[in-house]
Nanobody, 121 residues
Framework: QVQLVESGGGLVQTGGSLRLSCAASGRTSSYCMGWFRQAPGKERESVAVISRSGSRKYYADSVKGRFTISRNNAKNTVYLQMNSLKPEDTAVYYC???????????????WGQGTQVTVSS
């Protein structure tokens, strides 16, 4: 069993940056980790995924070149560095852990409670 707690969300202006963190109660090295987001009235979507070792990464087209996912297995923590933020990035961001490397939320077994990111125009 893994418990995930996100932090680092907040209100930022367009063009600003935020760094989200996801702290796990268990060994994150055992899992692929992903960041997902859900905006009001929209379905949850994948943002970025990282493999167990960190050697493989996936980014949604909408965030490529602006967001960076990373992990520190010694600290059981996963990060999402978000730069050049846009109003359309406004959403609740969720951290997830799963057995497989994938961009579908159905592939993830453990979820955090989410952290709100709001980008003002």
């Amino acid at each position: 069993q893994v418990q995930l707690v996100e932090s680092g969300g907040g209100l930022v202006q367009t063009g600003g940056s935020l760094r989200l963190s996801c702290a796990a109660s268990g060994r994150t090295s055992s899992y692929c980790m992903g960041w997902f987001r859900q905006a009001p009235g929209k379905e949850r979507e994948s943002v970025a995924v990282i493999s167990r070792s960190g050697s493989r990464k996936y980014y949604a087209d909408s965030v490529k070149g602006r967001f960076t996912i990373s992990r520190n297995n010694a600290k059981n923590t996963v990060y999402l560095q978000m730069n050049s933020l846009k109003p359309e990035d406004t959403a609740v961001y969720y951290c997830a852990a799963g057995e497989f490397f994938g961009d579908s939320d159905g592939e993830y077994d453990y979820w955090g409670q989410g952290t709100q990111v709001t980008v003002s125009s």
